[in-house]
């Protein structure tokens, strides 16, 4: 009983995020009447395709390419902090918040379309799509331990559950309560991923495609486990590196980013949450340090 | 985070026509940016943000209108599948029409509006510190390995070839 209604809370909340950013950004003021914002969007667009694709060779072999799409959002945050220009101020940022959660949509329409023009590969290749959320746990037993190490504390539990999108915050939040330290953690990962996690998993990606030698649609299914914009730009390298296999790239993309979405969060309820609680309960004795959360202060 | 909580459930014809402009500025940007970085003719990448366009929109409104509560993100997915679907009338035409608009294209434009968004976590990410910064990436960098690994193994052991 207990348990059913827990569920029942967290997926109504989880799918009235995305809503709720955008209505409340969206539908209350003129988003479009902001011209300088939009504006300034399409010079940054204009810039990053003329400047196109960099690839930089590490060592023999092992070759980074930076996208154009690190280029605009790069640029975007800079002219946010950027004192000299003042037109792209906190408000600005409002309403890309929300206007972003409105373009989700059409990212996902176009990998949709993808997805169905090649439906026949969802059915050769449905376990390997459905066992790699499991794969996800991964995080748990690599992550964990490093957590505790560093001393932190119940936030643990938050931090390393998941990757912490959207979905998985919704889910921590509505289980241990807004001002739980499992709470706090999630946040802190939250915030973290938005700012570092789409550059990240882009290099990451391109180096993991360089050196390991995994089949090119696992790396498609791969780039479907975080946010929207973390699978496009895990997606960037992965065309880039096999061309030839652009559409079904894109559709394995598609499917698993949906599966995050619907199944993952399951995952996340059931196995991911319980084990990482048990995986804590067993180790914080014997590798956990004196909190450190109270000195970089509370929030 | 805050900024979760509290929305508006109220949607007008003014807010329908705030969507359609929106959509209407990201296709004409992501044009132009297909042109410059694909050399896609305008006409068909305009055609083809249209179709997506009006995806989304049917997504967006179908998640406030309808009485289940399914997130837009799996509407759109439904619907661009069946549309794309082989065996549907439609096939043909999306599909031509989508392709000519690059993924790579939308994306630049989506993150550059994604890039301005998050400059409003800059401050709540300064005093995070490093400790939080090797859990994040440790956390993403893992996820990312367990997931493309498992789906190799079972790829592999499935006989799906390379």
Redesign the interface.
């Given at each position: 009983m207990g348990i059913i209604s827990k569920k029942d809370n967290s997926?109504?909340e989880?799918?009235?995020?995305?809503?709720?950013?955008?209505?409340?950004r969206?539908?209350?003021?003129?988003?479009?009447r902001d011209y300088r914002?939009?504006f300034?969007?399409?010079v940054?667009?204009?810039i990053?395709?003329?400047i196109?694709p960099i690839e930089i060779e590490i060592t023999k072999g092992v070759t980074v390419s930076i996208?154009?799409?690190?280029y605009?959002?790069?640029?975007?945050?800079v002219?946010?902090?950027a004192k000299s220009i003042t037109w792209?101020e906190?408000k600005?940022?409002?309403v890309?918040?929300g206007?972003?959660m409105?373009?989700?949509?059409?990212?996902?329409?176009?990998?949709?379309?993808?997805?169905?023009?090649s439906?026949h590969l969802l059915f050769?290749?449905g376990?390997?799509?459905m066992?790699?959320?499991?794969?996800?746990?991964?995080?748990i037993?690599?992550?964990l331990p490093?957590?505790l190490l560093?001393?932190?504390k119940r936030e643990t539990i938050g931090?390393?559950n998941?990757?912490?999108r959207?979905p998985e915050?919704?889910v921590v939040v509505d289980k241990y309560g807004f001002n739980s330290p499992e709470s706090r953690g999630i946040?802190?990962?939250?915030?973290?991923?938005?700012?570092?996690?789409?550059i990240?998993?882009s290099f990451?990606?391109s180096i993991?495609v360089s050196v390991?030698p995994?089949?090119?649609?696992?790396?498609a299914?791969?780039?479907g486990?975080?946010s929207?914009?973390?699978n496009?730009?895990?997606?960037?390298p992965t065309?880039a590196a096999f061309p030839a296999l652009k559409?079904q790239i894109?559709a394995f993309a598609?499917f698993?980013n949906?599966l995050s979405?619907?199944v993952g969060i399951y995952i996340v309820i059931f196995l991911a949450l319980p084990l990482t609680e048990k995986l804590y309960y067993l180790l914080e004795p014997k590798i956990g340090r004196k909190s450190?959360v109270n000195q970089?202060?509370d929030e | 985070m805050p900024d979760l909580i509290d929305g508006s459930e109220n949607i007008s014809v003014h807010g329908i026509f705030n969507w359609i402009f929106l959509l209407a500025i990201f296709s004409i940007i992501t044009v132009i940016g297909n042109y410059i970085g694909y050399k896609h003719p305008i006409s068909d990448s305009l055609v083809g943000m249209g179709i997506l366009s009006v995806i989304t929109l049917l997504g967006v409104w179908m998640e406030r209108k309808l009485p289940f509560n399914i997130s837009s993100i799996i509407y759109i997915s439904v619907m661009g599948i069946i549309l794309a679907f082989p065996a549907m009338p439609t096939s043909e035409f999306v599909s031509y029409y989508v392709s000519k608009v690059e993924l790579m294209s939308i994306v630049t434009v989506f993150l550059a509006y994604v890039g301005i968004g998050m400059g409003k976590s800059w401050n709540e990410f300064k005093t995070l510190g490093l400790r939080a910064i090797i859990i994040t990436i440790l956390v993403i960098a893992s996820t990312y390995l367990g997931s493309a690994i498992v789906a190799h193994i079972v790829l592999v052991m499935t006989g799906v070839p390379v």
């Open positions: 997926t109504n989880i799918q009235h995020i995305y809503r709720q950013k955008t209505d409340k969206i539908l209350k003021k003129n988003p479009w914002l939009h300034t969007i399409l940054l667009v204009i990053a395709m003329f196109g996208m154009p799409l690190l605009t959002m790069v640029l975007g945050l002219f946010y902090l792209i906190r600005q940022s409002r890309a918040e206007a972003m409105l373009f989700i949509g059409i990212l996902i329409a176009k990998l949709a379309v993808s997805s169905g023009q439906m050769e290749m376990p390997a799509l066992l790699q959320e499991l794969g996800h746990l991964a995080t037993l690599i992550a490093v957590a560093l001393g932190f931090m390393t998941s990757i912490g959207e915050v919704a946040f802190a990962l939250f915030i973290v991923g938005t700012m570092i996690g789409t990240f998993i990451l990606t993991c390991l995994l089949h090119p649609f696992a790396f299914m791969a780039s486990v975080g929207a914009s973390m496009a730009a895990s997606l960037g065309l559409t894109e598609g698993s949906l979405f619907s450190v970089e202060g | -």
